[in-house]
């Protein structure tokens, strides 16, 4: 009979944090083991077993008074926690299995595609036409401050040089951004 272990899973069952807190530092290097022998050479850039792990204990301690979980013995609370681990490993490659397949055939052929950096010529006239759009619906006094973001200056930046508040600013790109998507989502005859 193990009683500290018995004492600790009481506690546990209960509700208490420093249990709670015990708990994960006694099986941490384990679920963190049973991930790391789970991830491919592939998925390691994408997360780390570390990243797996904490993610889970967030979501059990972030979920727990939802439900009311009670463990029989330590090794059932250590199974829920590693299918916990495994279950949310499924999720992360899921999530990243596209891009991971994609830089293989690239590495598979031996070179990376070569990038152009200039715009696609679609991509030059999709953006002419939309600032067209921006500046038709511009009021005249606001015209300096579209033109101040098209160049890249951030909103602190167009606050200084126009002598507006930095909501005032954030305001009037919003109105002219929900304008313009608006009119671009309208039908056109």
Known sequence: MNLPQDSLLARLNAGDEAALQEMFVSIEPFMRMVVRRR????????????????????????????????????????????????????????????????????????????????????????????????????PPAHYDLLLLKRYGASVSEIAQQTNLHEGSVRRILSALARRVLKLRKSPSI
């Not at 992360?92 to 070569?114: D, I, N, Q, Y």
């Not at 679609?122 to 619906?137: C, G, I, P, T």
């Open 39 to 138: 991830i491919s050479s592939g998925m390691r850039a994408k997360f780390d077993s570390a990243d797996v792990v904490q993610s889970v204990w967030a979501h059990f301690v972030g979920n727990r008074g939802q439900r009311d979980l009670k463990f029989e013995t330590l090794g059932q609370f250590r199974a829920y926690m590693i299918r916990m681990a495994c279950n949310r490993l499924i999720d992360r490659f899921r999530k990243h299995r596209r891009s991971v397949m994609h830089e293989a055939m690239t590495e598979r052929k031996g070179r990376a595609l070569p990038v152009d950096p200039n715009p696609r010529v679609s991509e030059d006239f999709y953006a002419a036409e939309l600032w067209q759009q921006m500046r038709e619906n511009c």
